[in-house]
């Protein structure tokens, strides 16, 4: 007899379905602490951003508002207003966000054995997904 000639027993053809609020809760409970972090820095980016482009708006208004435009007071305020911009100019700020947020926040656990932020629980959070070799 050989294996194939084996009947097998069919009890279930079909496969349970999976628990999705479990699944969901424990993707979050392992996770959190990265998407915190996520959270935090892009918090603080846009804290920064609304507060250069405030800065921005009334340097433009300020250049706008100012008569004659050929004065050298207005060519002064039309200066600050390209600096105050300069940095904002081109997306170059924003450009690097999703690559960093790769590069330093990697949604695995590291191993247990390497010391961490969270070695309590199993090392979860701010790792960089180059620190820790291994497959997937």
């Known amino acids: ?3 194939l000639a084996v009947p097998t027993p069919l009890k279930d053809a079909n496969p ?9 809760w424990i993707t979050w409970r392992h ?7 996520v959270a935090m820095f892009l918090g603080v980016l846009a804290v920064w951003l609304w ?3 405030v800065q921005l708006h009334h340097a433009y208004a300020a ?3 100012c008569h004659p435009a050929g004065s050298t007071a207005c060519s002064e ?3 600050n207003f390209r600096v105050t911009g300069g ?6 700020v924003l450009q690097p966000v999703p ?3 790769g590069a330093f926040v990697s949604l695995r656990p590291a191993p247990s054995a390497t010391p961490g932020p969270r070695a309590s629980d199993g090392g979860a959070g701010l790792w960089p997904s180059w620190c820790c070799s291994g497959s997937r």
Not at 87 to 92: D, E, P, S, Y
Request: without cysteine; positive net charge; proline residues 5%.
């Open 87 to 92: 940095i904002l100019k081109g997306g170059f």
């Open 31 to 37: 996770h959190r602490i990265a998407l915190g972090g």
């Open 1 to 3: 007899m050989t294996t």
């Open 16 to 24: 349970r379905p999976l628990p999705w609020r479990r699944m969901a």
């Open 51 to 53: 507060s250069a482009g």
């Open 99 to 101: 690559a960093l947020i």
């Open 63 to 65: 250049a706008i508002a």
């Open 77 to 79: 305020l039309i200066l």
